[in-house]
């Protein structure tokens, strides 16, 4: 028998029975089901925006507080190191509670924290603003995704995925022109990116304040409520399943922080490091080693924005929120100092501009060393990696229902208690989902 990593390099038709065709499935799709999708991309599209305002500024930053690149990057630095930590407090607190809240609450943080960052006035403020603002953050990907997919029926969530990805690049080049042509026009300067930032994700807040809960947590609260567990129970059965996912899928874990650490959220280590250390100081690059002014900077950073359901699909079923948004943090904790690395590769490989003696950092050879190295990385760690293309995770019971931990499977034929709210809970479940089981069971009645 091959080892994995060699028969995955072999291309296989993928084989699925009873897909309908994809036009199809997005005619079918309900406005709450496109309501709850739309919504997780507007927030983690702000979350890009919020994010990027500081890459954005550097330059802005360093005069304001008289610092040099390599102490502003260290508020980069800072927040992803501490992203990790909202990643589990809000992923726990959605995997337990709900999508809807925790995301709503956590939308609101970030914008009283982004907004709190255009006020401050020293240096060490505004680090330590970033450093809470890093925490808040960091539950936004693993609810959002969440949000977005698990509704949605198996066959559209690969597009799907693809579509919220990029949500990140339109972030990116949202806060890129604001900055462009809010900022050089207005006396608040770079804290107007800030502010604008902070509306935007209290906008994003108030969308997904209006759309009902998921129909995967209704029809399991419904259950659960029907059933008569109280809601100690429900925690202590949370608790006892999140240990027997730990304990089942501890490699599945390793693995997923190893591959996001190299890009962004396509997979963790290396993905991070790719995503950070080509876009972190990107502008700084082009108006230092470039000599562009802030404004061809930022035109170019827009160009280049023109131009991930991989982990989702991988993560433990009963915990979609927390397994996705824990393992791109930890990705990203370990990627954090991508933006200092750089800076100090500057200060010490040096060039200069042509006409002039002057010597500036050499950011294109850089960041061209570091991509390279963790481009190789990203390609081996994916080679050897699982691969869960398809994977119906919506059957499967949520992180307060026994068995969760052990990714059991809802079994449709047991006897369930018959009340208004489970059945208003089942019918809110996707298309795909019940035209699927209603196939199953008229074939299991042909067969009686």
Avoid at 229 to 234: D, P, R, S, W, Y
């Amino acid at each position: 028998m091959a080892p994995r990593f060699l028969t995955n390099l072999i291309p296989r038709k993928e084989q699925r029975r009873g897909d309908r065709p994809l036009l199809e499935v997005l005619r079918s799709l309900n406005w709450v089901q496109w309501g709850h999708f739309w919504s997780g991309w507007l927030a983690w599209t702000c979350d890009a925006v919020d994010f990027f305002s500081v890459s954005l500024s550097v330059t802005n930053l360093s005069k304001q507080f008289n610092r040099d690149t390599h102490d502003i990057t260290t508020a980069i630095t800072l927040t992803l190191l501490l992203r990790s930590a909202g990643a589990v407090i809000f992923g726990i607190l959605s995997d337990r509670y709900g999508r809807k809240w925790p995301l709503v609450i956590n939308l609101l943080m970030i914008s009283a924290l982004e907004l709190g960052s255009g006020f401050v006035q020293t240096y060490s403020q505004f680090l330590g603003v970033r450093a809470i603002f890093g925490i808040a953050m960091g539950g936004i990907w693993g609810m959002a995704a969440s949000t977005s997919l698990e509704n949605l029926p198996v066959e559209v969530r690969g597009l799907a995925s693809g579509v919220l990805q990029q949500g990140y690049a339109v972030g990116y080049l949202i806060a890129a022109i604001i900055n462009l042509f809010l900022v050089p026009e207005v006396s608040a300067s770079w804290r107007a990116l800030f502010w604008t930032a902070a509306g935007l994700s209290a906008f994003s807040a108030c969308v997904r304040a209006t759309l009902p809960e998921s129909a995967i947590f209704l029809r399991a609260k419904a259950h659960e409520r029907a059933s008569g567990h109280t809601t100690t129970h429900k925690t202590k059965i949370f608790l006892r399943e999140t240990k027997e996912m730990l304990k089942k899928h501890w490699l599945l874990c390793i693995y997923a922080v190893l591959l996001m650490t190299g890009i962004k959220p396509l997979s963790t280590i290396g993905f991070n490091f790719l995503s950070h250390g080509s876009q972190d100081l990107y502008p700084t690059y082009l108006t230092k080693s470039k000599g562009f002014s802030d404004h061809d900077a930022t035109v170019a950073t827009i160009i280049g924005n023109c131009i991930p359901i991989q982990l989702a699909e991988m993560s433990p079923p009963a915990f979609r929120a927390t397994f996705p948004g824990v393992a791109y943090q930890l990705g990203n904790m370990v990627s954090s100092a991508s933006a200092q690395i750089e800076a100090t590769g500057g200060d010490n490989l040096q060039t200069t501009l042509p006409g002039q003696t002057t010597p500036v950092p050499d950011y294109a050879t850089v960041q061209g060393i570091l991509i390279g190295v963790v481009s190789a990385f990203v390609l081996f760690i994916t080679i050897i990696g699982p691969e869960k293309h398809g994977a119906h995770f919506e059957k499967h019971k949520t992180a307060f229902e026994e068995g969760g931990g052990r990714d059991d499977v809802v079994d449709d034929d047991e006897p369930q208690p018959d009340t208004a709210a489970v059945r208003d809970a089942e019918s809110s479940r996707p298309t795909s989902i019940r035209e699927e089981d209603e196939k199953k069971s008229s074939s299991s009645e042909k067969n009686v």
